[in-house]
Each structure stands twice: as C-alpha cells, then as structure tokens.
C-alpha cells in the first residue's frame, strides 16, 4: 500500500504501514459532551470518517476507537441546578450522535464513556507512580500529578522547551512540584456532587481530562496502535500529555499523529466569547445533510475551512454537477446494453490523490473530470465511455461517502432519520430559546427565519415553543 500521511509528531509525511498486517487501529478524540455539537466537531468527525473509509478501501480492516468525555471540568461547570451533570452528558451525547448520523458518520468501532474506564485509568496512574513519573499532591487534597520534570521527552510532540511551556491550569498549582505538572486525578473538593466522585487509591475524586484518553485508548487498541486524530486545538496540551503519560508508563502508543484543520468564521477564529459559533443544528437547517458533508469534507483536512455566507451554496452547486450526471447517465442508458455493463472502478488518478496525505481536493478534481468527461461522452452518444464514467463516479462517490443514490442519502433509513431530524429541531428550537432568555432577539430571528426556510414552524405556547413541520 503506498498510503502517504503526514505525521505532526514527525512534521513529515510517512508511508503508512500498518502495526499489524492488513489492520488499522485508530483513536479519535471524541466530544467533551457539555454543549451542543457545532461545526467544527463535525468537521473533525467526518475527516476521521473519509480517512478510515479510505484505508477500509486499500483493504485495512480498521478499527476505530471514538470516546465520549462525558466527565471534565466543563461538564460539571454547564451542569444547571435542574439538570445533574451525567444527564446532561447524555443529552448532549445523543446531540453529537444525531450530527454525526445527519452526515452519514459511520459510527465507531467502539465509542467508551470516560465514567466507564475509570478502572483502567487508575491502573494507568499508579504505573506511572511507581514508575516515579506522577505524584499524590503534597497540600491533602488528594490530586495526583504528572511529574513533567521527571520525563525528558516532555514537549516532543509540539516541540517545545518545559522552561517556555504555559503552567497547566487544571488545578490549585499549590500542590503541584512545578506548575506545568499537570493532574491525573482530581480530589473531590467541596460543593461538587458526589455522583461525582469515584473511589481510588489516593481518596474520592475523579479523572483528569488527558488520563482519560489514554487509559481508553490502551483498553481499546493495545499498548501500541496506528493512528491518533484529532483537531489541531488539542496539540497542547491536550495530546501532548496524553503521548506523555502513556510513553512514561511504557506503552509504545500512537505511530501517528493527525491532526486535522480548524473552522472559522467569516475569518474569525469561532469562540464563545465571540458569540460566532455556529452549530450543528443551525447548519444543518441550512443546507440539506448531503450539502454539509461535501462541503465539510472537501477541504484538505490539514487546512483551516471558511464558514461564510455563499459557502454552502458553492457547495450544493458542485453537488448538483455530480448528481445532475448520476441521474442523465441513468437515464440515457436503461434499457440500452449499457445500463448493468458500467463497471464501479475508482480512476488510479483517484486513488493516487488519496494515497497522498488524503488529497480530497486533487480527487474532486478527478471526479468533477469524469462528470465533464460523462457528460460529453452523452452529448457525442458514446454510451460505452459514458458507462464507465457513470461507473467511476459511482465509486468515487461511494467511496467519500457522498453517493446520493446510496445510503444514508437514498431514503432507506426513514425511521433513524426522522428521529435525527426531529432531535435537531428541539436542538435547534432550545437554542433559539436560550438566544430569547439572553435577549439576544437577533439571533433568536435567525434561527426561527433557518426554520421557516426549512418549512418548519414554531408556534410560542405558554407551555413552551412548539413545532411542527409545515404540509
Ligand atoms: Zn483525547
């Protein structure tokens, strides 16, 4: 296989073999489940997803490790008096779900829970105790820390000096022997709820965020395995404690980082305190679920997308070029010896753009290419060459997830698509709420206009804002 991916951890691209023969195991950082998905958590998911349908392609059985952080700081911070943390875990869980599944994110391998590995994570910690890389927090609040002073490597995935490195902010840094230690467990303090709390070795608490993604990822995949993916905003320190902890432990871990792309807006980096988020549910009220995957996936994953206004619709346009082909070819040739001759192959063009660090641009051209080819092989009523092009566009598309005439897009899922939609709704229909309660009246608008346009409409109720979609 000659499968090139550029690896952040090397700053190269590397010809991808395999740990095990014809196996790909691949660990994604999944969601902190404490607010609403929004674009770029989509976009994250659905470059893991081209990837690993890409190796499933060159004959990798993959498995793919995707975990829900469902218990962080932020998580018990956006907890409501009305609402315990674990619930709105959940809620938020099954919010990432339906995204992923509008967009025809193929779930999983397995998809752990933080709460349910807590077992392994301390296992994880006391290794590296014993190993004289973590200690219990001189002050009693029972915290256990990565020693970063004691790992000489520390700093090797972004390539930074300790001495230039930002403390960690993760916990009272009294305790801590230098500042940039950053914590593995948390002590129960105080005013936090004790659903909260699991026992330990070192008193009640609960994970830091890193261990927990590394404890996962051993459980899952084995001491070593192929991939790591995530967003580039969780380099540091994210990643770079995960590699850390698991390599002072003495587990080989990941033998490739990748990391993919951010989305701005309207060339602004999107933040909370900006207030430009976009989210998933906004979005996808916007466009059809097809539009957003094209548009989502073919950027190059390394590179940072533009949400703007027009930019869906750039999309849709290119969608419509290849549908627009699928159907006339369809049409010119049933009935003629053509119509079941058109073998599914994928062009080596293709493949070679692919093969190269995912090259999802370079391998839209050479889609696009085909459809222009398709079509003037019909105007000149060459059925033969537009049969092969109908063929290989069939496969490009099937292949990047994008085929309209295939699942989920082809209406075979009506019931899982019902849910998901209505799921969206009441996303969608909550946050115009919350925009309400904040008085924020002009965001409120936009997203009651995004449900019009969509034929859906909210009737504001004593009991509440119901909808109901329209014909
Ligand atoms: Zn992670």
């Known amino acids: 296989m000659a499968l090139r991916l550029y690896d952040t951890k090397t700053q190269d691209l590397r010809d991808f073999t395999p740990l095990a023969p014809g196996e790909a195991g691949m660990y994604v950082c999944g969601p902190t489940v404490q607010s609403s998905p929004h674009i770029g958590h989509l976009r994250s998911a659905l470059v893991y997803d081209i990837l690993r349908r890409w190796l499933t392609y ?34 938020m869980e099954l919010e990432f779900s339906d995204g992923y599944r509008a967009l025809g994110i193929l779930p999983p391998t397995y998809e752990p829970r933080a709460t349910a590995n807590i077992q392994q994570m301390h296992e994880l910690i006391e290794r590296l105790i014993e190993a004289g890389h973590a200690y219990v927090a001189s002050d009693e609040s029972g915290d256990v820390y990565f020693d970063v002073r004691s790992w000489e490597p520390y700093g090797e995935l972004t390539r930074q000096d300790l001495d230039n490195m930002e403390d960690a902010a993760d916990a009272d840094p009294r305790g801590k022997r230098d500042p940039r230690d950053f914590a593995l467990w948390k ?26 993604c590394s404890a ?46 951010l989305v701005s807006i309207d060339g602004q980096k999107m933040s909370k305190s900006l207030g430009n988020s976009v989210y998933a549910s906004e979005l996808l009220a916007s466009a059809s679920p097809l539009v957003v995957r094209y548009y989502l996936g073919q950027a190059h994953y390394r590179s940072t997308i533009d949400y703007h206004d027009g930019s869906l619709a750039e999309a849709e346009a290119a969608l419509e070029r290849i549908t627009g082909f699928l159907e006339r070819a369809s049409r010119r040739l049933s009935g003629t010896r053509f119509s079941a001759a058109a073998e599914v192959t994928i062009p080596d063009e293709f493949a070679e753009a692919m093969d190269d660090d995912l090259g999802v641009p370079q391998a839209l051209a050479v889609l696009h290419d085909t459809v222009r080819a398709g079509n003037a092989a019909i105007d000149a009523d060459d059925l033969l060459a537009a049969a092969s092009a109908l063929g290989a566009v069939t496969a490009m598309t099937d292949v990047l997830g994008i085929n309209p005439n295939a699942a989920p897009w082809n209406g075979t899922d009506d019931v899982a698509q019902e849910a998901t939609l209505a799921r969206l709704i009441d996303a969608l229909v909550d946050q115009r709420q919350s925009a309400r309660a904040e008085r924020d009246f002009a965001r409120a608008d936009r997203i009651r206009d995004l449900l019009t346009a969509s034929g859906i409409t909210i009737e504001d109720t004593p009991t509440g804002a119901h909808w109901s979609i329209d014909g």
């Open 216 to 261: 996962m990822a051993r459980r899952y995949l084995g001491e070593t395995f192929d991939i790591h993916g995530g967003g580039l905003d969780l380099r540091f320190p994210h990643h770079e404690n995960e590699l850390a902890q698991s390599t002072a432990a003495g587990d080989g871990f990941a033998r490739f980082w990748v990391h993919n792309g």
């Open 58 to 91: 060159r004959g990798l059985r993959v498995t793919m490790v995707r975990n829900v952080t469902d218990i962080d700081d932020k998580v018990l911070v956006n907890a409501a008096d009305d609402e315990h943390w674990w619930a709105l875990a959940y809620r």
């Open 187 to 212: 002590g129960h303090k105080p005013g936090e709820p004790e659903s909260a709390s699991w026992a330990s070795p070192w008193g009640p608490g609960r994970p830091g965020w890193h261990i927990e």
